[in-house]
């Protein structure tokens, strides 16, 4: 490669790899030398396969021989690899990727007499834009005030696991509560008081939670949490531990301190029980009970 060309392709933001047709590198950039740690000079010449067994499988095998044989063009998109080459990322924009997001595009160099002898691959990091489109999916699904999920994650989640309930006959509970007498301590102590129990009562709950479980925030002070691999008795348990950690201290902020208790009910789903609708509908009614009882309170649907 003379000098300029080199330059051009030393300097841009991609990783670019020549390899001939038994797959020897002919050409590793410098991008490829700072992301792989690997020298131009140790890798060019030797098969790439040696230093990236990853890739030799069938599927890309398959698309270089294509590129060779036909002169056609491949891209490799992350949303289908996420990465050809296991690089380390510089950076995942707060999101944590244990490897380097990648977008890939594989084409053919031909010489004087349009016979194709090489291929280039050309290498693009894409970590960035990835986490980037992670977090602003992840906004569209979460309630602003609390960070918990919303309404319409936790209906579509719902759906998702009663199907799957439908399908295998996994265990599913639903657990609702809301927060006792959330009108009084919002009149009483301020709006910013009332925002900052919703928070606190939300980070006390999604501690007791597993990675599985969806919490969700159903509408005002009422939050939804579901269950899923998991049967009554079990649902039953983890609601009063709710009841007892967001009863067990004061809530102090801004001057203005008190004690909150929260209400909860919960249905565990069975072949009673039609749609999603069912389901809420039974474990809001014994929420209504655990209220109609005293409060602070679990209580739940009789089947």
Same mark, same amino acid.
């Given at each position: ?190 709006? !910013? ?6 928070? =606190? ?77 069912? !389901? ?12 109609? =009882? ?10």
């Amino acid at each position: 490669m003379n000098k300029i060309p080199e330059q051009i392709c030393n300097s841009i933001n991609l990783g670019l790899v020549i390899l001939d047709a038994e797959f020897k590198v002919h050409y590793w950039n410098q991008w490829m030398e700072m992301n792989s740690g690997i020298p131009a000079g140790d890798i060019t010449g030797s098969v790439l396969f040696d230093y990236f067994p990853n890739l030799n499988d069938r599927k890309f095998l398959r698309n270089c021989k294509s590129i060779f044989a036909f002169g056609n063009f491949c891209f490799l998109s992350q949303k289908l690899h996420h990465y050809i080459f296991p690089f380390r990322p510089v950076s995942s924009f707060g999101l944590q990727f244990d490897y380097m997001q990648q977008s890939c595009s594989i084409f053919p160099i031909r010489n004087g007499n349009e016979k194709i002898e090489h291929i280039c691959i050309a290498v693009r990091d894409v970590t960035e834009i990835v986490a980037y489109e992670h977090k602003l999916l992840d906004a569209t699904r979460r309630d602003y005030l609390t960070g918990s999920f919303n309404r319409k994650y936790l209906e579509d989640k719902l759906r998702e696991e009663f199907e799957r309930h439908r399908r295998y006959g996994a265990p599913l509970c639903l657990i609702i509560f809301d927060i006792d007498d959330f009108k009084l301590v919002n009149d009483s102590c301020g709006h !910013l008081y009332g925002d900052f129990v919703l928070r =606190e009562v939300v980070a006390k709950v999604e501690s007791g939670l597993r990675t599985t479980d969806i919490l969700a925030r159903y509408g005002g002070e009422e939050f939804c949490c579901i269950l899923p691999e998991t049967g009554l008795k079990s649902a039953i348990e983890v609601a009063e531990r709710f009841r007892e950690s967001i009863a067990s201290e004061e809530y102090n902020f801004h001057g203005h301190s008190r004690k909150i208790t929260v209400s909860l009910g919960v249905a565990a789903l069975d072949k009673t029980i039609a749609n999603t609708d069912m !389901l809420l509908k039974k474990a809001d009614d014994a929420l209504y009970t655990a209220k109609r =009882e005293g409060k602070n309170k679990v209580r739940f649907a009789d089947h």
